[in-house]
């Protein structure tokens, strides 16, 4: 989520930060397909960013990691929520946001790595690659 209501604003502020961009969708943001009528507001969202998708996988250094707003298993409430947008377990390390949490590394029901990097788990930074891949190869 890179905002929990004001969207544009927060479009303005990551689109003054340097580097290239990319987001991977949360719940809150408004052209999130859970948000009603989402695909109206994607258009913006390129203004900053390069890409804007429900998930991504990646190589880093010969490690396949998917990408997901939301993880394999788990949530901040006692059941997992939005099942229909959740990537499928099939055993590749994810990273995700979505459960707000402090936790920084956790195992799905299936027993696959996942990296929560909500900015909660990373002191309000963000999180970097280098340690989300040290995690996952620590695991």
């Known amino acids: 989520d890179i905002s929990m209501g004001a969207w544009r604003e927060a479009l303005v502020i990551i689109g003054a930060l340097p580097g ?6 949360g719940n809150h943001d408004r052209c999130s397909p859970a948000m009603p009528n989402g695909h109206n507001y994607v258009r913006p969202y390129y203004a ?3 890409s804007v998708v429900q998930s991504l996988a990646i190589n880093h250094k010969g490690m396949q990691i998917a990408m997901s707003h939301y993880p394999y298993s788990g949530d901040h409430t006692d059941e997992d929520r939005h099942a229909m947008w959740r990537l499928t377990d099939t055993g590749v390390p994810l990273v995700h946001g979505h459960t707000h949490s402090t936790e920084k590394f956790s ?7 996942q990296v929560n990097v909500s900015l ?11 340690e989300v891949h040290s995690l996952l190869l620590a695991s």
């Open 107 to 113: 195992l799905s029901t299936k027993g696959t790595p």
């Open 120 to 130: 909660e788990a990373w002191d309000y930074h963000p999180a970097p690659l280098n």
């Open 48 to 50: 900053v960013f390069e």
């Open 20 to 25: 290239v961009k990319n987001l991977v969708v």
